[in-house]
């Protein structure tokens, strides 16, 4: 399937989230494709510098605002045509320690949005929903289909907007698609804060001369995703016309899978080539984390079938790309 990407030109679609890693990144490419973007965020984990290029662009416009709030919500999906719905507040732990807050955001925000893209006649909502729905479930890899039990609160609202999902297309006929991502890395993912996710806070630690600290022995699993493969399946997921790809949930992932061991010796390698003195950090390791999953590997068949996805970069072509870019902002 050979997708046009230049028939996003001049569309109207609405980011939530965009200060964020990933919306960041979205925004960065549609506006390359020239597509006019509006972002709704609040800045509660996304940082301004990350949209700062993008404001003297005609084609971006901010509104700050809470999707709490479903009058902001509805402001700002007025003449979009669609809506990447990436805001939420992430981290298992995080919904752990406050999982009333996650809840508000995660599901209250979620259904908010849905809402107002469906009252102002958006024509599809695409939103991140998150491999953590696999939950206690330990078949690999993993096929959208089959999910188990949620180990922890976030799972269980990511989970949630699934089911509102396909509540919306039943109940009121409006068209979404859900992408379940996989550990997504690459540039302006942050690597500060109690609740930054693996790649950035090895990194960051590394060009620190520290020794990062993996949660267990090292043989934890996981299809960590490069940004541009997640970005590539969003645009998939607002272009296609196939009506059968509408109103299904997809792992948006590499299909690969890599041990925490593995992942550190990587870095480890990309580093070096910056500074030699990194090849010999070594890893402390610490206890388990509550929530966590042991292995992760997806299936990415269904999204090759319907939307024609084909992940342009491996684990490690990412995470040479990735690195290279933390070198040059963090160090
Ligand atoms: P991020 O924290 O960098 O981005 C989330 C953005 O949402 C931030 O800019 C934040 O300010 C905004 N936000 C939070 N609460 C808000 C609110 N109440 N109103 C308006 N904006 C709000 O995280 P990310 O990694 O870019 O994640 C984006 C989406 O992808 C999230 O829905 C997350 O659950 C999902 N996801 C991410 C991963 C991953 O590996 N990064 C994996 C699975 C799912």
């Given at each position: 399937?050979?997708?046009?990407?230049?028939?996003?030109?001049?569309?109207?679609?609405?980011?939530?989230?965009?200060?964020?890693?990933?919306?960041?990144?979205?925004?960065?490419?549609?506006?390359?494709?020239?597509?006019?973007?509006?972002?709704?965020?609040?800045?509660?984990?996304?940082?301004?510098?990350?949209?700062?290029?993008?404001?003297?662009?005609?084609?971006?416009?901010?509104?700050?605002?809470?999707?709490?709030?479903?009058?902001?919500?509805?402001?700002?999906?007025?003449?979009?045509?669609?809506?990447?719905?990436?805001?939420?507040?992430?981290?298992?732990?995080?919904?752990?320690?406050?999982?009333?807050?996650?809840?508000?955001?995660?599901?209250?925000?979620?259904?908010?949005?849905?809402?107002?893209?469906?009252?102002?006649?958006?024509?599809r909502m695409?939103y991140?929903?998150?491999?953590?729905?696999?939950?206690?479930?330990?078949?690999?890899?993993?096929?959208?289909?089959?999910?188990?039990?949620?180990?922890?609160?976030?799972?269980?609202?990511?989970?949630?907007?699934?089911?509102?999902a396909?509540?919306f297309?039943?109940?009121?006929?409006f068209n979404t698609i859900g992408?379940?991502?996989?550990?997504?890395?690459?540039?302006?993912?942050?690597?500060?804060?109690?609740?930054?996710?693996?790649?950035?806070?090895?990194?960051?630690?590394?060009?620190?001369?520290?020794?990062?600290?993996?949660?267990?022995?090292?043989?934890?699993?996981?299809?960590?995703?490069?940004?541009?493969?997640?970005?590539?399946?969003?645009?998939?997921?607002?272009?296609?016309?196939?009506?059968?790809?509408?109103n299904?949930?997809?792992?948006?992932?590499?299909?690969?899978?890599?041990?925490?061991?593995?992942?550190?010796?990587?870095?480890?390698?990309?580093?070096?080539?910056?500074?030699?003195?990194?090849?010999?950090?070594?890893?402390?390791?610490?206890?388990?984390?509550?929530?966590?999953?042991?292995?992760?590997?997806?299936?990415?068949?269904?999204?090759?079938?319907?939307?024609?996805?084909?992940?342009?970069?491996?684990?490690?072509?990412?995470?040479?790309?990735?690195?290279?870019?933390?070198?040059?902002?963090?160090?």
């Open positions: 399937m050979i997708v046009d990407f230049n028939i996003l030109e001049g569309k109207k679609i609405l980011v939530t989230g965009g200060a964020g890693f990933i919306g960041s990144n979205l925004i960065e490419k549609l506006l390359n494709l020239k597509a006019e973007v509006v972002c709704l965020d609040n800045f509660a984990t996304g940082k301004r510098e990350n949209i700062e290029p993008f404001l003297a662009n005609p084609n971006f416009k901010l509104i700050e605002g809470d999707i709490r709030n479903i009058e902001i919500c509805k402001k700002a999906c007025e003449d979009q045509e669609f809506v990447l719905h990436q805001a939420a507040l992430g981290s298992v732990p995080r919904s752990i320690n406050d999982p009333i807050t996650s809840n508000e955001v995660n599901v209250g925000g979620f259904l908010n949005m849905l809402v107002a893209a469906k009252d102002m006649g958006v024509k695409v991140a929903a998150s491999s953590s729905t696999y939950g206690d479930s330990a078949a690999l890899p993993k096929i959208e289909a089959n999910i188990g039990k949620p180990l922890s609160p976030y799972a269980i609202t990511k989970y949630v907007n699934e089911l509102y396909d509540v297309k039943k109940t009121y006929d992408l379940r991502y996989f550990n997504v890395f690459g540039k302006r993912q942050d690597p500060n804060g109690p609740y930054a996710a693996v790649i950035p806070k090895f990194v960051q630690m590394l060009i620190k001369h520290q020794s990062p600290v993996i949660n267990g022995g090292g043989e934890y699993s996981r299809d960590f995703t490069y940004i541009d493969n997640v970005v590539q399946m969003n645009i998939l997921a607002i272009t296609t016309d196939n009506e059968a790809a509408l299904e949930v997809y792992n948006v992932a590499c299909g690969d899978r890599t041990t925490l061991n593995d992942l550190l010796d990587y870095l480890k390698e990309y580093l070096s080539e910056y500074d030699g003195n990194i090849r010999n950090i070594q890893a402390e390791y610490g206890p388990y984390r509550k929530g966590d999953v042991a292995h992760s590997l997806a299936s990415i068949e269904k999204a090759e079938k319907l939307l024609g996805y084909k992940p342009e970069y491996t684990v490690k072509g990412g995470l040479e790309k990735a690195v290279n870019w933390y070198w040059e902002n963090l160090k």
